[in-house]
């Protein structure tokens, strides 16, 4: 399993550093860790075999964009993982299939490990259009682009479980991995309020990790995670 930890904009510089000797010590096992800090901890954070991620990335090489990290700047830092496509930036930062799709366009170009998050909304689910919106996003984000299969990873992320405390049933998350992967060889991952409680319900041969949000930011609940995985 591939266990990613999106810090989003959490943790102070001081609680930061202590979580990392605390990540280190976590065992994982059969299992790869990611960890995507705030860009800002970046470059405090120590080299080991726990990957490191950007939780973002400017579609512009570089020069005069006040505010944004380039791929080649991700790069000189050791990173290999960038997320895109995060349903927080989405609505947040008003970021479009276009936009996502630019990034994805850099991060090929600097050969990264690109983590593409793509879910429906609740009236979307309650409509049954949740396979429509998956391959919709699929389909935008990708568009036109000439992509690297193993380079590829899908996040399903189901906006209304993101920090929600709700989570899919295991089937319905089965459903929507094998219409992803029907339409693109890749591992798929799910996230959305995972934690140590219920990972034993959704956990699935269908899908090859989880993305953790609040779960992340405690090493021991990420330790219990793994172990779960490990159990089944
Ligand atoms: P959550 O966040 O686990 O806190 O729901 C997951 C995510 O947004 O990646």
């Not at 689910?125 to 193993?150: A, F, H, R, S, V």
């Not at 399903?156 to 479980?161: K, V």
């Not at 990972?199 to 989880?210: A, K, L, N, Q, W």
Request: glycine share 6%.
């Amino acid at each position: 399993m591939i266990i990613m930890l999106n810090h989003k904009s959490n943790l102070t510089k001081d609680e930061f550093l202590k979580y990392q000797q605390e990540l280190m010590k976590v065992d994982k096992k059969n299992n790869s860790l990611v960890v995507f800090p705030s860009s800002i901890y970046l470059s405090l954070y120590e080299k080991s075999d726990i990957e490191l991620g950007s939780q973002n990335v400017s579609y512009f090489d570089s020069g005069s964009h006040t505010g944004e990290v380039s791929a080649k700047q991700l790069k000189s830092l050791g990173v290999n993982y960038v997320l895109v496509g995060h349903s927080e930036r989405r609505s947040e930062q008003r970021e479009t299939d276009v936009i996502i799709n630019k990034k994805i366009e850099k991060l090929i170009s600097e050969n990264f490990k690109i983590v593409l998050c793509v879910g429906e909304s609740i009236d979307e689910k309650n409509n049954n259009q949740t396979e429509q919106k998956i391959l919709t996003e699929l389909k935008e984000d990708l568009e036109g682009l000439e992509i690297n299969y193993d380079n590829l990873i899908v996040a399903y992320e189901p906006i209304w479980a993101i920090g929600s405390g709700q989570v899919p049933t295991k089937h319905e998350i089965e459903e929507v991995a094998k219409t992803i992967k029907s339409y693109i060889p890749v591992k798929v991952l799910y996230g959305g309020s995972v934690d140590s409680h219920n990972v034993e319900d959704i956990y699935s041969p269908f899908i090859d990790g989880f993305l953790l949000g609040k779960a992340s930011l405690k090493p021991s609940e990420v330790q219990k995670i793994i172990d779960v995985c490990e159990g089944k």
